[in-house]
């Protein structure tokens, strides 16, 4: 089968080499990527391809992995340039907007798959998982199944995918956000070695384990704003409070500015950014 990537950043790659692996040629559009991008796509002999039009007519199925802010553009571009193949969005949204994606896009003849990924890059089996739900979950299984993604398949209807990446990545992503935040704090306070002795005291793996967390999730914080704006319309949308993860969300935003450092930053820096002493 023919398949297209939309786009093979460090997440979509690990798909494309499983959907590879699996048989089907995937090609994509290197159109305003970045060479990191564009060096992945040949490492892995990507095909590509000049523009979305030309991937839209050409793939039988598309599988969109991108920031969550533009994952429903992204598929109504491919809709608008003419796509009616199997579109998965593995993107991690909230089901509501998964539910309205697949509106749009099964009323115009295309086949809608919902999607979600728990895990990091998919390069060991046994690590990543790809969830799938919506009527043609099989089809979208069929495309990765020599692995090393694995994959799951919900039984019923579009969203449930999505809805569980949300209810998954609200405490993960959500308690490295919390932590931070308590981090930050305890700094401006004067009081971030006591809490450190007395989480040590109380037997409490985060006095080793905090600052290196809170340190680690910098590279992805500017990804992980979106997430959490994500996590908080899923809460709001069954009636819980989605505040909480707004509050994530400004967190992540503060650390937005360390996307690209070449290494880790110092727990210092860290703190200062989120109490605003870079001007955040």
């Given amino acids: 089968m023919n398949t297209g990537i939309l786009h093979p ?71 608008a340039a003419g796509f009616r193949g199997l579109y998965l969005d593995a993107n991690a949204i909230a089901p509501q907007r998964a539910q309205r994606m697949a509106a749009a896009m099964e009323a115009e003849g295309a086949t809608f798959v919902d999607g979600s990924i728990i895990g990091g890059p998919a390069w060991q089996p046994g690590k990543t998982w790809m969830i799938l739900s919506g009527d043609a979950s099989d089809d979208a299984a069929a495309l990765l199944a020599a692995g090393p993604l694995e994959t799951r398949i919900l039984e019923g209807e579009v969203g449930r995918a999505s809805a569980l990446k949300m209810v998954f990545a609200g405490w993960t992503k959500g308690t490295s956000a919390l932590l931070a935040a308590v981090l930050g704090t305890a700094e401006a306070l004067g009081v971030r070695d006591e809490l450190t002795q007395q989480w040590a005291r109380s037997g ?15 590279g992805k914080a500017w990804r992980f704003v979106g997430e959490m704006e994500e996590i908080s319309a899923t809460f709001a949308g069954v009636g819980l409070p989605g505040d909480f993860h707004q509050g994530a969300a400004e967190v992540y935003r503060r650390m937005a500015d360390f996307k690209d450092a070449s290494e880790l930053p110092a727990l210092e820096d860290v703190l200062a950014s989120l109490k605003g002493d870079d001007g955040a």
């Fill in 9 to 79: 950043g460090e997440m979509g790659i690990s798909i494309a080499a499983t959907m590879k692996n699996s048989g089907h040629e995937v090609s994509w559009v290197p159109e305003g990527r970045s060479a990191a991008t564009r060096e992945r796509a040949v490492e892995h002999k990507l095909r590509a391809l000049p523009d979305l039009p030309t991937i839209c007519a050409e793939a039988d199925a598309l599988v969109s992995v991108c920031p969550p802010a533009a994952a429903e553009g992204v598929a109504m571009e491919a809709l």
């Fill in 204 to 218: 409490m793996e985060l006095a080793e384990s905090g600052p290196q967390r809170t340190r680690v999730v910098t």
